[in-house]
């Protein structure tokens, strides 16, 4: 399972981790990209990658193209069936340019088989915040129709489409707080007597370095996670629980028809 998107995305996959193995024993608050192989006793890999790259300055900013293609190089080796899985989305940067440039990409690595999974947008700066930007109503409505776009051109393409615009827009009280009042999950440490397993105490996660300036692309490294390794750990909130329940409802509903054929 590849992931490719903002912090929304990466709560929707700690949220896939916890649900598949029962528990959560690593995190990381990542801005580049993770692979984890130890979900669902060794047989599946997820791998994320985390687009746009906002804090760089434009001209040295990844592509989008760019880095779709980095995610897979490094998860390789990939499947061409939907036993492979692609979800892409994000808060409010995503558009239909980038649902045509997925499938580029997965036609051109030969990948046009897997299931991609597009999650829409969603709210998080119609709220007044201190130092952060906030949507007038007129953006608000450009949101909305941006967000019918990419849910039909998603259809069209044949990939599935999860709405979430209409759920972060109608559950505005349950955003966590932050600076950024887009995050709809949060990760909390799980108190526990027994002592650490193998497995939280050996697992390591690879993530990217950068390479030098003016690439936005990075090199991979491995790194244990020393403050987390040893824990157990538990994704809270209802909004990110929602859509990524209807996430797994999609994953579960094309495994059954495949069985079924």
């Known amino acids: 399972v590849l992931f490719i ?4 995305n990466r709560g929707m996959m700690y949220f896939l981790m916890e649900r598949v193995n029962s528990s959560l024993k ?3 608050k990542a801005h580049d990209t993770l692979v984890y192989q130890n979900l669902n006793g ?11 790259q906002f ?29 492979t899985i692609l979800v892409v989305g994000g808060v409010q940067w995503l558009n239909t340019n980038h649902l045509r440039t997925v499938q580029e990409v997965l036609d051109r690595e030969s990948l046009g088989d897997i299931l991609v999974v597009v999650k829409s947008l969603g709210m998080g ?3 007044p915040v201190d130092g952060i930007r906030s949507l007038s109503l007129t953006e608000i409505q ?3 129709r ?26 505005h009280k349950e955003f966590l ?9 949060e990760v909390e440490k799980l108190r526990s007597s027994k002592p650490p397993d193998s497995l939280a105490s050996t697992t390591k996660w690879t993530r990217t370095t950068q390479t030098g300036p003016g690439t936005g692309l990075s090199s991979l490294s491995t790194v244990q996670d020393t403050d987390q390794a040893g824990g157990t750990f538990h994704i809270r909130g209802p909004v990110n629980q929602v859509y990524s329940e209807i996430l797994l409802s999609r994953l579960c509903l094309r495994a059954r028809e495949e069985v079924i054929r």
């Open 55 to 83: 804090w760089l300055e434009k001209n040295e900013r990844p592509t989008f193209r760019e880095a779709l293609l980095q995610l897979i190089h490094r998860s390789q080796p990939l499947l061409n069936s939907n036993q």
């Open 42 to 52: 060794g047989r599946t890999q997820v791998s994320y990658s985390y687009y746009p």
């Open 146 to 171: 941006e967000n019918e776009d990419i849910i039909s051109t998603a259809e069209h393409l044949g990939y599935e489409a999860i709405d979430t615009f209409g759920i972060t827009m109608g559950r």
């Open 125 to 127: 700066f119609h709220l």
């Open 142 to 144: 450009n949101l909305f």
């Open 26 to 28: 690593d995190w990381g």
């Open 5 to 8: 998107g903002d912090s929304t």
């Open 177 to 185: 707080q932050g600076r950024c009042a887009c995050h709809f999950h």
